[in-house]
Structures are given as C-alpha cells and as structure tokens.
C-alpha cells in the first residue's frame, strides 16, 4: 500500500534535505520522494559550474537577506533557526568538509557536486527514506486527512506532503487548483546581450568595480563587469538581472544601461583628464591605459571619444576631453535580449508568500501541505544563496514535522 505519514514531492536540493532530516530526527515516521524523473539532484549536480556553490560566507542574518530580491523580509526568521553556518556543520558533521573562496562562495573541498550528491543519498538510504523515481506526481487532492497523490501509473496516500518541485510549471498550475496563488514566473540570474562597436573584440575583458545603472528606473548595482562575446556579464550585471527580473521582463528586455567604468563623477573625471593632458602631453592616449581600466577596453573607449590613435594628450581638444569623459563615467549602452548565465540560474515567481506561514513553511490555507526550495517566490543573487534557501526551508519544514 502506497500510504506514508509523510511524501516529499520533487527530489531536488530541497527534497532531499527535507527527507533526510525528517526521518533522522523521527526515525517513527514513514517518510518517501517522489521524483518525477530517473534519477533527483539533477541541478546539484550541474550547479555552481560542476562544483556546487553550496552556500555564502555570510553569517549575519540581515546581510544575509539582503541577497534575495525575493523572499528577503519573510526569510529573516527562518534564518535564526537554520542558516549558512548550520549548513557547514550539517555537512561536516557528514564528512563533508566546505571551502570559502576569496568572494565568500562555499564549495565542497572536492570541487564536485557529485560529493553533494553522495552525501545525500547515502543520508537517505540510512535513515530509510524511500526515493521512488520516476513517479511525476499529476494531481494533489485532500480526502479526509490524507492527501492523495496521482502519478500515472500509482496513487499515493500520506498525511502530510511536502512540495519541493522546484519551478515548475505543471506544479504551479496543480497549486492553483488548490487555490494557492503564484506569481507569475520569470527567469532570473542572467546576462545581458549588448552588440555595440566598444566591446566588439574584446571578450573576457573584466572591470573590478563599475556601477551599471538601468535607465529610466531605479535598478543600480556596483561590482565587477566582464565583457562576453555577447555582451555583459559578472556580479554588476547578474544583480540588476535578478532585483530586475520582473522590471526587466516588462521592457521585454529592450532598455539602456549606464555605466560608470571608474567610479568617479564626470566632472572629477574631466579634471582629472585635463590633469593627464598636462603631464603626459607627448604620450599617445590610445597607447596607455588610465584609471586602472584594461588596455583593450580603454582603446575602445579612446577610439569612442573620436580621439585617433596617433594623438598625443598635448593633441586633444576640450570636445574630445569631455567626450572620453563621458565614456569612462556614463558610457551608454543599448541591452537587447538576455543569454543564460551558465553557473547558475534561477526563476522569480512561485507561491505567493503571504499564503506561507515562515514559523513552519506550512500552507496557511492548508493543515498538512508544506513548501521548500524554488517552489515558493523567493530567489537570490547568485553566490549560493539560492542553495541556502532550499537547505534553511527544508531544515524548518522537517522540524516541523517530525516534532
Ligand atoms: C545551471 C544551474 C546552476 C546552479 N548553480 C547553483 C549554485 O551553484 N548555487 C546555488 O545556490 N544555486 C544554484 N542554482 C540554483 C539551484 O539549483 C536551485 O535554486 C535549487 O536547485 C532549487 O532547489 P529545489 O529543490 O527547490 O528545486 P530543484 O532542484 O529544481 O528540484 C526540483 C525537483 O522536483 C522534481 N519535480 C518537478 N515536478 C515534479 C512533480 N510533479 N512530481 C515529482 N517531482 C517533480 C524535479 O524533477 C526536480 O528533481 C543553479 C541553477 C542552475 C539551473
């Protein structure tokens, strides 16, 4: 008889977790994973690169939020109870001892996902969860106290279910029947395509700390920028793409951007110039690079400024001045289209929060139905945050329940 006291739907990071710790801290209860495909884990597995950005270096819970676009106000309590140094004592006490990179991502010190991978299965198997692949669960319905749950080939009984689907689709539509609200799902942590004559050749060029600003809105971020074969890429540009995945979807992806390559306002900028012009006056502007920026981008931005390649800063005039000027301190940039950032992306929208009680992930319009992971409308930067959310939400739904 398929009837459990408790079923996990979607056998993911959030899945997993929560399986794992239910049925170690209530070795009592009947605890299952029903996974639609053949095997789970599947973006652990590609996630972080191969490696698995497990979580952040960040061990202050109102920094921490300040991670997630989504899910920030509602996140601060859940992360009192379970956060990114309960992570790493959660895999060191299982033999799995994490890594701190320079800018705080954590990996496993094997630099692969698939030690992640293993940790939790063999967690499973020793604390008796039954992983049942395979089985993509079609319908949820209440019938007394049980929830009832169809695959396509089998019905599933269990008291209590968990839904760690991650974000799909077919699992929202079901939620709607439930009368569960999602908000409307739109990609997030992605790149933006920018063809334009300044960056055309010089792909891997990085900038340590620009500030892009969308034009005709409020979305700003400073960080490191890279220059792709398609555009831009790196933290300045995957921070706007998540506070502005809904922003952004609006305008279709279609708006300019505004970049300050240097940090310094335009007219400290032209003093500066005027500066240089006098000190350097017999050097070439093309041939030596200013303000710490790459040689090639800088060029570019000469070439931009419509200052030929044989001019001496003694050559330019106040127009050419201004105009380099700008292009370090305001350089605009028209973004058409997004490509996928390849480390990691993810989906805003999902459970609307409010219906979600954060003390215990529960259904506040249903006793006994739970959530964890992307499921809800909660997503982050990138840098492991998003793990953290699967880990410190499946963490509470299991204390929960096994209580
Ligand atoms: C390429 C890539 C790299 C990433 N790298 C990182 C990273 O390094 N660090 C980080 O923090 N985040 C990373 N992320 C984001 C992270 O993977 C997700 O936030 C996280 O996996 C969410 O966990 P989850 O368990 O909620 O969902 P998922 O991991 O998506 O798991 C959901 C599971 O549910 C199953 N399922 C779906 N519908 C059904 C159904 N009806 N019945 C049964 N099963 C179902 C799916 O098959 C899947 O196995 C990355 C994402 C991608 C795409």
């Not at 599947?42 to 270096?57: F, P």
């Not at 079901?174 to 997030?188: A, D, F, G, Q, W």
């Not at 690079?289 to 060029?299: E, N, T």
Request: net charge neutral.
């Amino acid at each position: 008889m398929n009837t459990f006291n408790v079923i996990i739907i979607g056998g993911g990071a959030a899945g997993f977790f929560t399986a794992i710790n239910i049925a170690k801290q209530n070795p009592d209860l009947k605890v299952a994973v029903l996974e639609k495909a053949k095997t789970g884990l599947q973006k652990v597995k590609i996630s972080g690169g191969g490696r698995c950005n497990v979580t952040h270096a960040e061990f202050i819970p109102q920094e921490l939020v300040t991670n997630y676009p989504r899910g920030e106000k509602e996140l601060l309590g859940p992360f009192h109870q379970f956060m990114t140094g309960d992570t790493m004592a959660w895999f060191e006490e299982r033999g799995v001892a994490l890594k701190i990179e320079d800018d705080g991502r954590m990996f496993p010190e094997s630099n692969s996902s698939q030690t992640i991978i293993d940790c939790f299965l063999k967690e499973a198997e020793k604390y008796k969860v039954e992983v049942i692949y395979s089985s993509g669960v079609l319908n949820i319905e209440k019938h007394d106290n049980a929830w009832v749950l169809q695959t396509k080939t089998e019905v599933f009984y269990t008291e209590k279910a968990v839904v760690a689907t991650g974000s799909s689709v077919k699992m929202w539509d079901i939620l709607k029947t439930l009368n569960h609200t999602i908000i409307n799902p739109v990609p997030s942590l992605f790149t933006f395509n920018v063809t334009d004559k300044r960056i055309k050749n010089i792909p891997g060029v990085v900038v340590q700390n620009v500030t892009v600003k969308v034009l005709n809105t409020n979305l700003e971020s400073t960080g490191p920028l890279l220059v792709t074969h398609v555009g831009f890429s790196a933290p300045s540009i995957l921070k706007l793409s998540a506070f502005g995945a809904v922003e952004l979807a609006e305008m279709n992806y279609d708006f300019d951007i505004e970049i300050n390559f240097i940090q310094q306002e335009f007219n400290q900028c032209l003093d500066a110039l005027k500066q240089l012009k006098q000190e350097l006056a017999k050097k070439t502007v093309f041939k030596f690079a200013q303000f710490g920026i790459p040689k090639r981008l800088w060029q570019k931005l000469v070439l931009a400024s419509k200052i030929e390649e044989s001019k001496t800063w003694a050559d330019i005039n106040k127009t050419q001045l201004e105009n380099l000027a700008t292009q370090l301190t305001k350089a605009v940039f028209q973004v058409k289209g997004k490509s996928t950032f390849k480390d990691e992306f993810v989906t805003a929208g999902g459970v609307d929060l409010k219906e979600v009680n954060f003390k215990t992930f529960e259904s506040k319009l249903h006793k006994n139905l739970f959530f964890a992971g992307e499921v809800l409308n909660i997503d982050a930067i990138t840098g492991g945050f998003n793990f953290q959310n699967a880990w410190t939400s499946g963490f509470i739904v299991a204390r929960s329940i096994a209580d």
